[in-house]
């Protein structure tokens, strides 16, 4: 047994006996926790290790979506979202980011069923210089900034650079961009 092997093993892969639905998906990693706050009432989102991360900058008013992305926190990681009420996590029925975290633990099964790497580890590979497709685009672009789960695009049209969008840059979430390679494992 060689120590790829045994990585594997332990971390839910092929040969542990895992069965559960995150059987051999590597987890993203998530921000730091912050400390909480003992007083004070903040939007706040939970993780399923959970971890609670708030909003320690209200007068943005954000939704938890935007808190989510804002925070660098993986999508599918998100579990609830709700208020921290002097020091207290209250969950919220109204809440967008119990949604947001279920869509994205969707478009992850989706992508592996289907053969491809769709864990946020590797969407987080995505470099300056890579060329990507994005999610409700015809067309394909480079990477020409990443700042967090931001990832900004140069649009080169797929007609050959005969276009009016060829140049054009747009700014998505990590989870819209994919990697252009050549099929699973590259």
Known sequence: MNLEMTIAIHAGGPGSGCTGPNCG??????????????????????????????????????????????LGIPPERVVGGGWLKDG???????????????????????????????SSVVLSEIKVGDPVTVDGLTSRGTVVQVKGRRVTIQVQDWRG???????????????AVHKLGKGPGE
């Open 25 to 70: 998906r590597k987890q993203s990693a998530l921000p730091p926790q912050p400390k909480l706050p003992d007083e004070g009432q903040f939007a706040a989102v939970r993780t399923d290790d959970g971890g609670i991360y708030f909003d320690g900058q209200p007068e943005k008013q954000r939704t938890h979506v935007m808190l989510i992305n804002d």
């Open 88 to 118: 207290v996590y209250e969950e919220s029925g109204r809440s967008d980011s119990s949604r947001y975290g279920e869509n994205a633990r969707a478009k992850l099964r989706v992508s592996e069923k289907r053969g491809l790497q769709g």
């Open 161 to 175: 650079g005969v276009g009016y969008r060829n140049g054009y840059r747009i700014e998505k979430d990590e989870s």
